[in-house]
């Protein structure tokens, strides 16, 4: 390991470990803290009975892991220190840096990146595929680029040029900022290209899906029946205005016909109940979220993807409802089970102190005797952990239902 390396690690470390503590309060990770970085999955473990039984009833053809994030480099934020303090991006380049086992300030940083996701994806059947993600810039309202907020990005040509690397395992989301002057150009450029759906994370990128500057784009997206995922519930990950992510912002796109994937299904924070006016109470995004879903004009409109809901801070309440609405049992199915869509939000799955499957064992979602595997497998592949965890999770002897995993016939 390389001296500069070393000096990231250790910094990451440290934030890891805080990070951890604060969420396991104060109880130091079942996991450890770093990424092992293990290789290829042992025999052992690609043969469990834990694996096998995730694969049971699933066509591995049809399962398209639908949050998949990649990025040109460790780096974010601005020279000039914002929107965060070097410091606390330094950390975090070390954080992601581990959890996809690459070395930060390597050169051939996006390189070594898609390497590390590639293998991980040559332990899954063939068929299983990952869709990469885009994020355009933070931009003002007039669509003009601000670097000064704009914490990471990645070029729609980036990721479509990854996804060509490898046909057979990759696909590709799209990004673009609805105030760009030429968005619906870009539109049309980037559906001419195979972008399977448009991605925004609003809080970072200064987007207000309720502003009428978005009614074009809408236009152009429910036309070319193109969905738009969009990040729901509070953001951590990258600064700016939660509210933003507010849950309700989405009528505006859902009365104009636009196919919404909520991600994460808004399973963490607090938004404020616009229903109620401008100054209603803040209640919880997930009680927001469910509040659409249970619409029935947008019934065929909105669906939400799991990416990153076993994560501390996600499960509880929120996590028992998405088991109850989206399970499939013997005697009745859950009327959420082909509104929900796999994707594990990689490379979080890698970073250990935000998982942890015996606090699901306490919350009675998950065998006690499935702690083990689950830790030995993430070890090796963070992605079959997440898929394996997944479907692993029971409520009141359901699972989650296998047409969720099968997100390859919502997409294609």
Known sequence: MNRNRRHWLAAGLAGIAGYGAWRMRSLWPQDGVTNPCLGPLPRELADHPLVREAWTGLDPQRIWDGHVHIFTSAAAGHPEGAP????????????????????????????????????????????????????????????????????????NDFCADAAKRAPDRFEWIASIHPYRPDALDELARVKALGARAIKWIPSAQGIDPASERCDAFYAALAEGRLPLLTHTGEERATPGDDELDNPLRLRRALDRGVRIIAAHCATMGQSRDLDRGPDGPMVGSFALFERLMDEPSYEKLLVGDLAAIPQLGRTGAPLRRILERGASGRTSDGDWRRRLLHGSDYPLPGLLPLYSPADLVDQGLLDPAAVEPLI????????????????????????????IFHTRDFFA
């Open 376 to 403: 030995a497998i993430r070890r090796h592949n963070p992605l079959l952990f997440d898929f394996v965890f997944k479907r692993s999770l029971r409520l009141d002897g359901k699972r989650l239902a296998d047409d």
């Open 84 to 155: 965060w303090p070097h410091w606390a991006s330094g950390v975090q380049a070390s954080v992601i840096a581990n959890a996809a086992c690459t070395d930060p300030v390597a050169q051939d940083f996006a390189d070594a990146y898609l390497g590390r996701l590639l293998a991980l994806l040559a332990d899954m059947p063939a068929g299983y595929k990952a869709l990469l993600l885009a994020l355009d810039v933070h931009r003002d309202v007039r669509g003009a680029p601000v670097p000064a907020l704009t914490h990471f990005s990645v070029d």
